[in-house]
């Protein structure tokens, strides 16, 4: 297991819109790029992106108002925002093109970079979309009572204050049902939480959930109308996106590659990394 503070040892801030936005970009081959989910950072993918770094060149980076990156409070945190600021970064990084990787949140910036590329305004080429425990499908979405708790406007504010680790801990529990982590785990997922008081912003970045809803029936077209490959690696025991999705995308996107992961939760990749790099590795490779 990489440790938070080795991960940020080895990375780089760049300039993105007058914030410092924490990056790691490591490897040579064909490129791949990970995207985080809420509410955590690219030290998700540590073990999967050093892995296949031994043969790939590997991009992740934390968004702004997560991880190591800066978390202004007047930042506008939209969706649609994050991807235009996704495509900034890989832009000053030198990234034009490659395979996506992405989990929770991430796979609602990867559908926008679809639509993006089906509107011809993308700015990066996508040889394949590799969606992880993201709710795709916007009217299959089951979000935690927290979540629900957080985008409320009177209350919304006030639970996110009270946010703390033993409360992290506990959420975390439900998601992980095969290998719980380790208290070093726990504590280095918190530790990029709440850098700077990322926690207080949660309800900020929980934008996504209402526009996944407005936009929902775009995000899915681009599914359907885009030339990329589509993959989908699931952990099938996830009650918020797991074998549901994978069973809707399994019916309704028969071209793409459905990889379910028996007994894993909402983090496969965290979870069980052998296994994840496993699949990754196989839907990487194929044609």
Same mark, same amino acid.
């Given at each position: 297991?990489?440790?938070?503070n080795?991960?940020w040892?080895?990375?780089?801030?760049?300039?993105?819109?007058?914030?410092?936005?924490?990056?790691?970009?490591?490897?040579e081959?064909?490129?791949?790029?990970f995207l985080?989910?809420?509410?955590?950072?690219?030290? *998700?993918?540590?073990?999967?992106?050093?892995?296949l770094?031994?043969?790939?060149?590997? !991009?992740?980076?934390? +968004?702004?108002? +997560?991880?190591?990156?800066?978390?202004?409070? *007047?930042a506008?945190?939209?969706? #649609?925002?994050?991807?235009?600021?996704v495509?900034k970064? $890989?832009r000053?990084?030198?990234?034009?093109?490659?395979a996506?990787?992405?989990? @929770? =949140?991430?796979g609602i910036?990867?559908?926008?970079?679809?639509? &993006?590329a089906? %509107?011809?305004?993308?700015?990066?080429?996508?040889? &394949?979309?590799?969606?992880?425990?993201?709710?795709?499908?916007? @009217?299959?979405?089951?979000?935690?009572?927290?979540?629900?708790?957080?985008? *409320?406007p009177?209350?919304?504010?006030?639970?996110?204050?009270?946010?703390?680790?033993?409360?992290?801990?506990?959420?975390?529990?439900? #998601?992980?049902?095969t290998? !719980?982590?380790?208290?070093e785990?726990?504590g280095?997922?918190?530790?990029?939480?709440?850098r700077?008081?990322g926690q207080?912003?949660?309800?900020?970045?929980?934008?996504?959930?209402r526009?996944?809803?407005?936009? /929902?029936?775009?995000l899915?077209?681009?599914?359907?109308?885009?030339?990329?490959?589509?993959?989908?690696?699931?952990?099938?025991? @996830?009650?918020?996106?797991?074998?549901?999705?994978?069973?809707?995308? %399994?019916? @309704? =996107?028969?071209e793409?590659e459905?990889i379910? $992961?028996?007994?894993? /939760?909402? +983090?496969?990749?965290?979870?069980?990394p052998? *296994? +994840?790099?496993?699949? $990754?590795?196989?839907?990487l /490779?194929?044609?």
């Open positions: 297991m990489t440790r938070i080795e991960w040892e080895r990375g780089a801030f760049i300039d993105v819109e007058g914030h410092q936005i924490f990056t790691r970009l490591e490897g081959g064909p490129t791949l790029i985080h989910g809420f509410p955590t950072s690219s030290h *998700d993918w540590a073990d999967v992106f050093l892995d770094a031994r043969d790939h060149r590997c !991009v992740t980076f934390d +968004y702004l108002g +997560y991880g190591a990156s800066d978390k202004p409070v *007047d506008d945190y939209s969706s #649609m925002k994050q991807t235009s600021r495509l970064i $890989l000053h990084l030198g990234v034009t093109e490659g996506v990787i992405a989990h @929770d =949140l991430g910036l990867l559908q926008q970079l679809l639509h &993006r089906v %509107e011809g305004e993308a700015g990066l080429a996508i040889h &394949r979309a590799v969606f992880s425990n993201s709710s795709v499908f916007p @009217d299959l979405y089951n979000p935690t009572p927290m979540q629900l708790a957080l985008v *409320d009177e209350q919304g504010r006030q639970i996110a204050q009270q946010i703390n680790q033993p409360m992290l801990e506990a959420a975390l529990t439900a #998601m992980f049902p290998h !719980v982590p380790a208290p785990r726990i280095d997922l918190w530790k990029a939480i709440s700077n008081d207080l912003l949660w309800p900020d970045h929980l934008v996504y959930m526009e996944r809803a407005e936009q /929902g029936r775009l899915v077209e681009a599914m359907h109308s885009t030339s990329s490959g589509l993959s989908f690696i699931y952990g099938l025991s @996830d009650g918020i996106s797991g074998a549901h999705i994978l069973a809707r995308a %399994e019916a @309704d =996107l028969p793409a459905c379910g $992961l028996a007994g894993l /939760g909402h +983090y496969p990749q965290v979870e069980a052998t *296994d +994840y790099i496993r699949a $990754l590795r196989a839907t /490779g194929r044609a």
